[in-house]
């Protein structure tokens, strides 16, 4: 993901790295001074003060920081013939607070904290406004999200109750514990999870145990539109007396063929942006 703010007429740089904001070193050292944005980022790297945040900072989210080239690069600092580049900071001490690439998309971009840091360096003004546009920016994220996952949850909700109920009242024995119970519940899920995305739910958490979350949470507006027409289509097979397996493979059918409907449809498009 890459985004760009408007700060007092200088084009800023966002992009997202290990599920990060980092925002353009670059960028903010060109509002200073277009043509030697390097040695602005340079002069501001090589202040004490400025190695000293840094170093705070990598400790505090770094646990591979190196502690000891640190305490090296810091002791240098106060010397007239003291220089350090972005480059030389993250090669020496394995920092993660700032990334420097080359080629056509490249630059020096940093985490928010270190950038707002730079920020405040250039002018306490432009922080100011560098802030504000980037928390304007974070809000917009978080209402368009905010409405296509009502939008599209709700679809899966609509027959929520009907579902669980035909399950209640043609799966489930007279007699049961609560936690057999719950487990024909989570069997009759995966039996919707397996049509649609091909894999149950504990198989989706041990592919994926460094996401939040369940296997619906990360689900396309198409798969969500599907599995809110999967749940009626099933609820009714279940008071039928269609066995389970006979329901997975009318279900898995259908999913497929809506798959191939809903992937050109215009107005599926336009809930997904």
């Known amino acids: 993901m890459k985004n760009k703010l408007m700060v007092q007429e200088a084009l800023i740089s966002i992009r997202q790295h290990e599920k990060e904001d980092f925002i353009s070193l670059t960028d903010i050292a060109r509002y200073k001074d277009s043509d030697r944005s390097d040695y602005i980022l340079q002069n501001w790297m090589r202040n004490r003060e400025t190695i000293e945040f840094l170093g705070l900072w990598e ?26 580049t ?10 993660i607070g700032i990334i420097s690439k080359t080629g056509r998309y490249g630059g020096t971009f940093a985490h928010k904290d270190v950038a707002f840091e730079f920020a405040s360096w250039i002018s306490a003004e432009f922080k100011l406004f560098l802030i504000k546009e980037f928390q304007r920016l974070k809000n917009e994220e978080i209402e368009n999200k905010s409405l296509e996952w009502d939008l599209s949850r709700s679809l899966s909700r609509i027959n929520y109750k009907i579902h669980t109920d035909a399950i209640k009242e043609h799966l489930m024995p007279t ?5 057999k119970n719950s487990f024909v519940y989570a069997n009759e899920a995966d039996v ?7 894999m149950t739910a504990k198989e989706w958490r041990e592919e994926n145990s460094d996401k939040e979350g369940n296997i619906r949470d990360y689900a396309s507006v198409e798969q969500l539109i599907i599995l809110s027409n999967m749940e009626s289509v099933n609820a009714e097979l279940i008071k039928q007396g269609m066995s389970q397996s006979d329901r997975l493979i009318v279900l898995n059918s259908m999913a497929i063929s809506q798959m191939k409907s809903l992937l050109n449809n215009p107005s599926v498009k336009k809930i997904g942006k």
Not at 86 to 95: D, F, L, M, Y
Not at 192 to 198: E, Y
């Open 59 to 84: 400790k505090i989210n770094n646990d591979n920081f190196n502690s000891i080239e640190f305490d090296g690069i810091k002791n240098k600092s106060g010397i007239n013939s003291f220089i350090l």
């Open 86 to 95: 972005p480059k030389q900071w993250i090669n020496s001490t394995n920092a």
């Open 175 to 179: 007699i049961l514990s609560k936690p």
């Open 192 to 198: 919707l999870n397996m049509a649609l995305f091909s």
